[in-house]
């Protein structure tokens, strides 16, 4: 319970989710955002109490959002992830980085007729693909990517997109370098920079910041990023649901991520420890990240309301 969390944190510019600031919050928004990995499951785990809460939120009528930084997935396929875990999600409500490369593209104007490569998996491909854009690599076996790089890398490749990578190798790096460095014009776009992700229930693993790196170390180019805490995605969230920012409660694990792309939007914010900040990390010295509030977990939201569902 949010109860638990030390006095010392109250020191800090954040304030402690308590009975009081809870309803004062739920008052004065009408759209919740929330990540997914960290906030609700943990690779294929629902976090406890997660389903009531939401359902608790969408019974006062608010709206809820989600908006995620992992690519791997389409918003398809992520609608299909939140149906086997129990909770029912449209594909209208999800919001992810491998939309947010294939959008950003799309109001760029891309030429159609130049072709996408993709350090990533499928969520990127069929969000590309539904965008109308042509894209090559993926995740692909080992051989193909030898294959690619055997032969004169296509000119006809405008942009690269780099996401996280489960199947990275070298081969996919030197392909996507040599796009980068040799076509002219190329764009280079990373889907995220998040460090470190939650794929299992158990322990962190090497997230899209990995593969982004490696890129910009052979390029020497800096990436546009699509995704959190880049506020990109926010015009369309603005757009389809008509809510001020001052409206929206951006709820995240990440603070250089969630909340930072809550700050830069002008969203209230809600840090949960849930996921992959701890308390010790909002403590830090060197942190310059405070969320208007803290607590343990999403289920707290339910737990100190004074409405109980």
């Known amino acids: 319970m949010a109860t638990e969390l030390s006095q010392s944190t109250l020191k800090e510019k954040s304030q402690l989710l308590t009975s009081l600031n809870t309803q004062n919050l739920l008052d004065s ?12 499951w943990k690779g294929d785990s629902l976090i406890d109490g997660v389903s009531d809460t939401l359902d608790f939120l969408r019974s006062m009528g608010k709206e809820l959002v989600f908006v995620t930084n992992n690519s791997t997935k389409s918003r398809r396929q992520y609608a299909k992830k939140f149906h086997s875990v129990g909770i029912s999600v449209s594909e209208d409500e999800i919001f992810s980085s491998s939309f ?39 995740p692909h076996l080992i051989l193909l990517s030898i294959v690619l790089c055997t032969m004169l890398h296509l000119l006809q490749v405008g942009a690269v997109v780099v996401g996280l990578d489960q199947y990275i190798n070298f081969y996919k790096l030197h392909y996507g ?16 920079r998040d460090a470190v992700g939650n794929l299992t229930d158990l322990q962190e693993w090497p997230g899209a910041g990995c593969m982004v790196g490696a890129i910009c170390g052979t390029t020497q180019k800096d ?9 990109f995605l926010m015009d369309f969230l603005l757009e389809k649901f008509n809510i001020p920012t001052s409206k929206m409660c951006m709820v995240g694990d990440r603070l250089d991520t969630d909340i930072l792309f809550g700050q830069n939007s002008g969203c209230r914010t809600l840090l949960v420890f849930s996921g992959v900040t701890k308390e010790s990390d909002l403590q830090d010295p060197s942190n310059q990240i405070h969320p208007e509030y803290m607590t343990t977990a999403l289920s707290d939201i339910l737990h100190l309301t004074n409405n109980k569902f």
């Open 223 to 231: 990436p546009i990023v699509v995704g959190k805490p880049s506020t």
């Open 29 to 40: 928004v009408d759209a919740f955002l929330f990540d997914c990995d960290g906030v609700i």
């Open 177 to 192: 370098t040599l796009c980068i460095r040799e076509n002219p014009g190329c764009l280079f776009i990373a889907t995220n």
């Open 100 to 138: 947010a490369a294939a959008m950003y593209l799309k109001v760029n104007k891309f030429p159609k007729e130049k072709k996408v490569y993709v350090i990533g998996e499928e969520g990127i491909l069929e969000e590309l693909e539904l965008a109308g854009f042509t894209p090559l690599g993926g």
